[in-house]
């Protein structure tokens, strides 16, 4: 069982700053791919940034030069610093990790639980 907790939601006014957290617990043994994706009311889920286990990011267009994607290896964790915040990246963010699950290479695929991020005009 590998478990993704997210942190760091909430409420900000425009032009504000918030950081997401996910931690990757449990029966994880190795990491491939770290990324924050979201998704809008009415909206398909999109992808917000990603970083690979070397370090290679990309990010969406919208929130190039705004958000910043990092990683902690030891902790298995994830960060997106969201700074310069728009009413329009209000958006449940969940973070989405790939894996795997032992030394014979068995595929992990999952998603947080989601947390909710709400830029007020």
């Known amino acids: 069982q590998v478990q993704l907790v997210e942190s760091g939601g909430g409420l900000v006014q425009a032009g504000g700053s918030l950081r997401l957290s996910c931690a990757a617990s449990?029966?994880?043994?190795?990491?491939?791919?770290m990324g924050w994706y979201r998704q809008a009311p009415g909206k398909q889920r999109e992808l917000v940034a990603r970083?690979?286990?070397?370090?290679?990011?990309n990010y969406a267009d919208s929130v190039k030069g705004r958000f910043t994607i990092s990683k902690d290896n030891a902790k298995n964790t994830v960060y997106l610093q969201m700074n310069s915040l728009k009413p329009e990246d209000t958006a449940v963010y969940y973070c989405?990790?790939?894996?795997?699950?032992?030394?014979?290479?068995?595929?992990?695929?999952?998603w947080g639980q989601g947390t909710q991020v709400t830029v007020s005009s």
């Open positions: 989405h990790i790939i894996g795997t699950m032992n030394s014979l290479g068995h595929v992990y695929d999952g």
């Open positions: 449990g029966s994880i043994f190795s990491i491939n791919i």
């Open positions: 970083i690979t286990s070397s370090g290679i990011t």
